[in-house]
């Protein structure tokens, strides 16, 4: 027969198990407490390494955005690295397992989801530290010259000499060349041009010479270099190559129009022709013109 159901049997069921609640409540409560200043303890020691890190990051990365960034992902890992302490003191073993299986689930998730983000979010942290770009400079990367405006954490932002902006991810700056004009004071500036036939190629080269290392003064180490370089259809080919103080792709331009006048006024001094193309047309085809007989003529 079965047992009947007793209302007084179950409420004092309920007691016994409350009671043993309050029991282990009380017996876990300095584990609780201590729990909750060892987290308390790492939010604070969070704060203080962001702050302290902030520091040291003025000296290295001048992007706002990337210094953020950093100081954010510190403070995230020093709370998380706290929370786990926590509940490691509260014996709570099985719930820190499932923590960490579940975060290892939802980060592998979402790496997977995000990957392209990620990966200019990593390169653009590696940017921020790298000393041979930074704001400022002028480069060229991936068939774009301009000067950097920008780098955050997706892309860097360059502004081209026609005024135009061209965003390129950070994972192309990391991944393939770029040049970086800024990162030197001085750089060699070349000239091609050619002198008639029958010019003197010794004075040729030498009022070159003079005229651009008066220009242009050289530097110990660095010369004005002038090389012959082929027989042309209708001159005789050269280079020159001299160092000028070249921080952008502008710069460049500026030396090398200054050398060309220059260049241009000493040979008109000294009666060099430089030659231009000449095409000679030849109709060998005999037209036959004739009058037209006038009406009536035989």
């Known amino acids: 027969m079965a047992k009947r159901f007793d209302i007084q049997d179950s409420v004092e069921g309920i007691w016994e198990k409350l009671g043993e609640w309050l029991d282990s409540i009380i017996l876990g409560l300095p584990n609780f407490i201590l729990a909750v200043l060892v987290f308390i303890l790492f939010v604070f020691a969070a704060k203080y390494l962001g702050k302290l890190l902030d520091r040291l990051l003025r000296f290295k990365v001048r992007q706002a955005s990337i210094r953020e960034i950093t100081i954010k992902i510190m403070k995230v890992v020093v709370i998380a690295i706290g929370f786990f302490v926590a509940l490691g003191l509260l014996n709570l073993n099985t719930i820190l397992t499932s923590v960490l299986a579940g975060a290892g689930v939802v980060g592998l998730a979402v790496g997977l989801a995000l990957q392209g983000t990620l990966n200019n979010t990593f390169s653009g942290i590696l940017l921020s530290f790298l000393p041979e770009l930074q704001i400022g400079d002028w480069i060229e990367n991936n068939g774009y010259a301009g ?7 997706r892309s860097i932002v360059i502004r081209e ?3 135009n902006y061209v965003v390129i991810p950070n994972s192309q700056v ?7 004009f800024s990162r030197t004071s001085r750089s060699r500036i070349m000239v091609n041009c050619g002198v008639a036939y029958n010019s003197d190629l010794e004075l040729v080269k030498t009022i070159t010479i003079n005229t651009l290392s008066e220009l242009y003064p050289q530097k110990k180490g ?4 002038f090389m012959y370089n082929e027989f042309g259809d209708s001159s005789i080919n ?16 500026l030396a090398r129009s200054a050398a060309i006048i220059a260049i241009k ?4 001094q000294h009666d060099i022709n430089i030659p231009f193309p000449i095409r000679t047309l030849e109709f060998n085809n ?3 013109i004739q009058k037209p007989s006038s009406e009536g003529e035989s």
Request: glycine share 0%.
């Open 161 to 163: 000499a026609d005024n």
């Open 286 to 288: 005999r037209l036959n």
């Open 174 to 180: 990391i991944d393939a060349p770029f040049k970086n």
């Open 238 to 253: 050269f280079v020159v190559r001299f160092w000028s103080n070249v921080t952008s792709n502008r710069d460049i331009l």
């Open 147 to 153: 000067r950097v405006v920008e780098i955050n954490l």
């Open 222 to 225: 660095e010369e004005v270099e």
């Open 265 to 268: 006024k000493v040979y008109d």
